[in-house]
């Protein structure tokens, strides 16, 4: 395993629970979504005080898939106030990665005093967000903040960030300890959730999901409403003050996997014939399934018996990445006798 994995450890449930969790397995294995997600929403509206997270787990993988953001968003405010943990993050498609501005692009170093405001500085920021234009802003000797300037610099960013603009902050670790200490100065009323908001931002920004998580935990407690989702976008930020973190080529080049994708159906016999093929000079063999969206209940037998036949030939069987729906067919066929079930760790 990459140290990025973890193993997938089914959780002690009750009866009643395991049952949902296989009827909702199986509704899904037959492409009855809205059957598996009524089941999973009636038993966690059913038991308030029951804290089985393999049910909410599954729930939130089914509204990914079908698409469902704002059930996704409303069962992510429950599970923060419920398991007092940061909920899993809605997952939006990779934008595609912006063309290099031409060395031309303005880069007028925008300063924005030692408080943020709403004023001509801010409003040359939002302009350039509008343009086509690479944009500069110093933010490193801002120790005061207005509702008004944090509305602005976050909306500002934001459309910055969705038109895949290039722009270099300076400054943004003391702007986010200036964020960060306003809030728990007593940020909680409407007009500091705009704080939190640009944090949020700043945060995207910058890549740092864990603190978001953290962040929307304590948004969702404050304020009672589900946080923004996290956006998976590369945006092309510069900043002076954080050191760029080395890319993980080793584990890249180790992350060698078969991989499968979308519905693994009965015509997906000629898929799961070159599987064989690939595992015939190999011990361990690593299936990647993060692109599969279902397991066809009449089909997942021909997986089984190929899994059988890798395991009887001595072979190590990984299983990366299967979401919800599909690790809990598999743990209800028994699967996991013949391969192990592994999860990417939330980052």
């Keep these: 395993m990459l140290a990025g994995d973890e193993l997938v450890v089914f959780e002690d449930i009750s009866a009643e629970a395991g049952s949902i969790v296989e009827e909702a397995a199986v509704y899904y294995a037959n492409n009855m979504a809205d059957q598996a997600a009524a089941s999973l929403n009636q038993y966690i509206q059913d ?39 940061s909920a899993p993050i809605w997952k939006m498609a990779a934008a595609p990665a912006p063309a290099r501005k031409a060395d031309t692009a303005q880069k007028d170093l925008i300063s924005l005093g030692i408080r943020l405001a709403a004023g001509a500085q801010m409003e040359k920021l939002c302009l350039l967000a509008q343009g086509a234009g690479a944009a500069r802003v110093d933010v490193g000797d801002i120790s005061a903040l207005e ?14 960030r969705k038109k895949g ?39 995207q920004w910058l890549g740092k999901e864990a603190e978001y998580e953290d962040l929307a935990i304590e948004y969702a407690v404050t304020f009672e409403i589900s946080p923004p989702a996290w956006e998976a976008i590369k945006a092309p930020l510069t900043v002076t003050q954080t050191k760029p973190q080395p890319a993980p080529a080793q584990e890249a080049a180790s992350d060698e996997a078969f991989v499968l994708n979308g519905v693994i159906s009965e015509s997906s016999q000629a898929r799961l014939n070159e599987l064989i093929s690939y595992a015939e000079d190999k011990q361990e063999i690593r299936i990647n399934m993060a692109g599969v969206t279902r397991v066809d209940f009449v089909a997942v037998g021909n997986f089984m018996g190929t899994l059988i036949n ?26 996991q006798e013949f391969a192990t079930l592994i999860r990417k760790k939330p980052r």
């Design 47 to 85: 038991n308030p005080s029951k804290k089985e997270m393999q049910p909410w787990l599954m729930l939130f993988d089914l509204y990914q898939l079908t698409n469902h953001s704002q059930a996704f968003n409303e069962l992510s405010m429950q599970f923060v106030v419920k398991f007092e943990r």
């Design 165 to 203: 603009k290039s722009v270099q902050i300076e400054g943004v670790e003391r702007l986010i300890e200036t964020l960060k200490k306003q809030i728990a100065a007593g940020g909680h009323g409407d007009e500091d959730r705009q704080a939190w908001l640009l944090l949020f931002e700043l945060y």
């Design 147 to 160: 509702a008004g300037g944090c509305k602005l610099m976050q909306e500002g960013l934001q459309s910055c």
């Design 310 to 335: 890798l395991t009887q030939a001595g072979k190590k069987v990984l299983i990366l990445e299967a979401n919800e729906m599909v690790q809990a067919l598999f743990y209800m066929m028994g699967i």
